[in-house]
């Protein structure tokens, strides 16, 4: 069964050929399609169709199905599918520092939209660069260190998103600020605070806001502000992409699907986004934050888009569905039937193996001596501290420490006569 999440069905496109198409169907298409457009050697264009060990399994887990053995990119920005797991991950980080700060009984969150006028003429580049002075301007301020011991803010969250539209691209930063207690007095007086200090950095580059376009509200609870600052790469934002366009501007995940529909238009525009967000930081913590609720680090991104991996390591018996040899799994990749091949493991290997008939896959062949059997029981793996590492062959594209694969088949093999006679 599908989660809420992973259905969009309902929900017409413009092309009815995807009108049926599930969030995973959709996320892996344009998975694909962001890969083809990036070109061969970057790490997306391997995500999820590289092998990087001698067999590819996929296993059931307590939310659905993954793979083991392949590449994973890790990548919040070019990634739908990674993108979609990071961002869950960042979800349930961002729930708990809250909760810990509103613990103290005298805590408050807000949550800060800032923006800045553009026009066609601007490049992603020159605006992100810009954005990000302007905030860097911002907090450095001898004035916000006022207003910061004035109204006594512990600390912000700070997270970056871009949308196009007619007017070109649209950059804005989303923010939670931790505060003290405030009065309803108060909080407006922080909300002028900010909008004129923001206001003044503008004018410096010539560049007017409106007040209006300063959204400043309190976070009700934990999960309104999870979802608030980390919704950028949600299951449910990047299905947004499956429905009707908003007025607004174009997701970036919007931008992947028309290319997909054959906008040239759109494909130049998401490798320019691309090319400017290489390697850039989602998600900012203010210095400090994390650490005065007595709180762990925050996990890395090829962290979060592995935990289905992970979570599949502490299933002993019953996980593993099925397991593809390197002949019938470069078929499922050329096929594009990696999300059906998900669901059907889902049901059952039987469902899998049906799945493969249909659409002319040969079956995987094994040696039971060499790799142990297909499903059922799944040796007990050994315990990987620091799993993410780069091997050999696969340039810079993060995947998950494969080493156990061979030491799992040491295990499956008799180690005498005696035992195999047995």
């Known amino acids: 069964m599908m989660s809420g999440l992973d259905t969009v069905a309902n929900n017409p496109t413009r092309n009815s050929k995807f009108q049926c198409e599930s969030a995973k169907d959709y996320r892996h298409r344009l998975r694909n399609r962001a890969g083809e457009i990036l070109g061969g050697e970057h790490r997306t264009s391997h995500c999820g169709r590289r092998r990087c060990s001698e067999v590819v399994s996929v296993h059931k887990t307590k939310t659905g199905a993954c793979f083991r053995g392949i590449a994973t990119c890790g990548s919040i920005w070019t990634c739908p599918e990674c993108a ?59 004035h916000w260190k006022r207003v910061k011991e004035r109204f006594g803010v512990r600390g912000y969250i700070r997270a970056f998103e871009i949308t196009h539209g007619v007017n070109g691209w649209h950059p804005h930063l989303h923010i939670l600020w931790f505060t003290d207690e405030l009065t309803e007095e108060e909080q407006k007086e922080l909300k002028f605070e900010i909008y004129d200090r923001w206001s003044d950095l503008m004018d410096k580059k010539e560049i007017e806001i409106s007040f209006g376009a300063l959204d400043f509200q309190r976070a009700t609870n934990p999960q309104k502000a999870g979802q608030y600052i980390s919704k950028w790469g949600s299951g449910a934002e990047i299905a947004k992409g499956a429905q009707k366009r908003s007025e607004k501007g174009r997701s970036i995940w919007q931008l992947i699907d028309d290319a997909d ?67 019938s799994w470069i078929q499922v990749v050329r096929k594009r039937l990696t999300a059906q091949v998900l669901g059907a493991a889902m049901i059952g290997p039987d469902e899998v193996e049906n799945l493969l008939i249909r659409h002319e896959i040969d079956l995987p062949e094994f040696k039971p001596e060499a790799y142990g059997p297909i499903s059922g029981q799944l040796v007990r793996t050994p315990d990987y501290s620091g799993y993410v590492r780069t091997p050999k062959g696969t340039g810079s594209t993060k995947v998950l420490n494969q080493s156990h694969v061979r030491r799992e088949m040491q295990c499956l093999k008799p180690k005498d006569k005696k035992e195999e006679a047995a």
Not at 115 to 135: G, I, K, S, V, Y
């Open 84 to 142: 979609s797991k990071i961002s869950n991950g960042r979800a349930e980080e961002v729930e708990e520092l809250v909760r810990a700060h509103e613990r103290q009984g005298d805590g408050m969150v807000f949550m800060n939209t800032l923006t800045m006028r553009h026009t066609n003429h601007d490049t992603c580049n020159e605006l992100r660069q810009l954005l990000l002075w302007a905030w860097d301007q911002l907090i450095r301020s001898g």
């Open 261 to 327: 529909n054959g906008s040239n238009s759109s494909a130049v525009l998401f490798a320019e986004y691309a090319k400017t967000f290489h390697r850039a930081r989602h998600l900012t913590y203010s210095r400090g934050l994390r650490e005065r609720y007595q709180l762990k680090d925050e996990a890395s991104d090829e962290q979060l888009s592995m935990a289905e991996e992970m979570e599949a390591h502490e299933i002993e018996e019953g996980g593993e569905v099925f397991r593809f040899d390197p002949h």
